[in-house]
């Protein structure tokens, strides 16, 4: 079982629409990760909270969001998105610098 | 530029045989370095991690990865492969001062019976 927890499970959504996916972690991990995943392909990093300060951004389109609440939460609210961001989300935790431990995902469909 | 490379994009073997996956990275440093892997609509999972002590690490389920920096490589091993091995797998290594994982393209594990 995983200790990092995403919800939903599955997503589907409208361009117009928007949304949240959520992230859950009690292992008392400073940092946290959104990773976006295509079919086939390694994970992509999407951005970094380290002590709930956002502390990467890799030139994320302004249409995903981050947000951290606080040490064991973090969001990413979705809007006017594309088809092409239809993806896994991964949600991922770790101690600064240390492995990461990564949640099941977030199955994301843009119609 | 830091690097992953992933020697096989697709593995196959039979049940019961031995698994190697192999992985190299390019560093000017000894990296940590880690081996994930992924089933089916799942997110990954840490098998092992190189974190510059001991350079044969054992992770779970039977896996095991050995850093040799002389050939800059940190190969995944398994003596005996079961069909529950079937996924794919990850080779990555963490980057210099920041939190950032850079990862090999992947390989999948096939497992025949």
């Known amino acids: 079982d995983t200790e990092v927890t995403q919800t939903p499970k599955h997503l589907v959504m409208g361009m117009t629409n928007k949304k949240s996916l959520k992230c859950e972690q009690h292992?008392?991990?400073?940092?946290m990760y959104w990773y976006k995943q295509k079919a086939k392909k390694p994970p992509e990093l999407m951005f970094v909270y380290s002590y709930e300060k956002l502390s990467i951004n890799e030139s994320v389109p302004s249409r995903f969001s981050p947000e951290c609440p606080n040490s064991s939460l973090l969001n990413l609210h979705l809007h006017a998105l594309q088809p092409e961001d239809s993806a896994l989300y991964l949600c991922?935790?770790?101690?600064?610098?240390?492995?990461?431990?990564f949640g099941e995902g977030s199955r994301l469909t843009v119609l | 530029a830091q690097s992953v490379t992933q020697l096989d994009s697709h593995v196959s073997v039979s049940e019961g045989t031995p698994v190697l996956l192999r992985c190299n990275y390019s560093s000017s440093y000894s990296p940590s370095l880690f081996w994930y892997v992924q089933h089916p609509n799942k997110g990954l999972q840490l098998l092992l991690k190189?974190?510059?002590?001991?350079?044969l690490v054992k992770g779970i389920n039977g896996f095991e990865a050995e850093f040799k920096k002389s050939e800059t490589s940190f190969h995944l091993t398994k003596p005996s492969a079961h069909m529950s091995d079937a996924a794919e797998y990850f080779c990555?290594?963490?980057?210099?001062?920041?939190?950032?994982?850079?990862f090999g393209q992947g390989t999948t594990l096939q497992v025949k019976p």
């Open positions: 990555a290594r963490g980057g210099s001062n920041t939190g950032k994982l850079i």
């Open positions: 292992m008392g991990h400073r940092a």
């Open positions: 991922a935790s770790s101690h600064p610098w240390g492995e990461l431990f």
């Open positions: 190189y974190t510059s002590a001991a350079t």
